[in-house]
């Protein structure tokens, strides 16, 4: 009887150290995970905060590209007293060749010659290839929905371009507006002999990431 006790104990307290250990791996298991997940959240935390400051930085720098762009634009026409032919008016990828200016959303911006990344962080880029004014063609420009065209949404119809150049001043009415694919290179094209002036950005215009269309205006001289 004393043996069969003594047995019955010794196999209880097994029973209860297994037991025991089967809890104390649940609660180390739980721990585990509970760490895991808490770990994960502050890595989600930590790239989120790196995600904005990277935009904040991307949006800072081309803010200040765009501003040296601009005075030296503005330089640049100033400077030309006598205005230029356009003759002489010959522009390289990457040089500031003017400005757009857009009444309706008081907006005053560097155009560069050219439509990389590169050109398109200091400002609005012209389509190298296609027409500058009084060229008899169109003039095709672009630049991005969340800098210089942030506010393309608001222009209408009748609405209005200016483009300064050194050889001149130039007016354009807005008679069109639609939206293409973002590979959509049919909106590229000639309109000789008629003088068209095409400006292009993304869309939709509060898409995050890259957008998979764009919006066209059309815009006419309007000739005094």
Known sequence: MFFCLKTFLQYKKIWFLLNLNKVIMKIVIV???SEKMRNF????IIVGIGVIGYAGYQIIASNILQQESLAEAQDMIEADE????IEQFAPDIGDTAGILEIPKIDAELPIIEGTDEDELEKGVGHYRGTAYPLENDQILLSGH???VFRDMGELEIGDTFIIKLPY????????ETFIVDA???TVIQSTAPDEVLTVSTCYPFNFIGSAPERYIINAHP???
């Open 31 to 33: 721990q585990s995970r």
């Open 41 to 44: 959240s502050i890595l989600l």
């Open 82 to 85: 006598e205005k230029i032919d």
């Open 145 to 147: 929905r969340d800098t």
């Open 168 to 175: 001149g001043e130039f007016a354009y009415e807005i008679y």
């Open 183 to 185: 590979d959509d290179t």
């Open 222 to 224: 309007i000739y005094e």
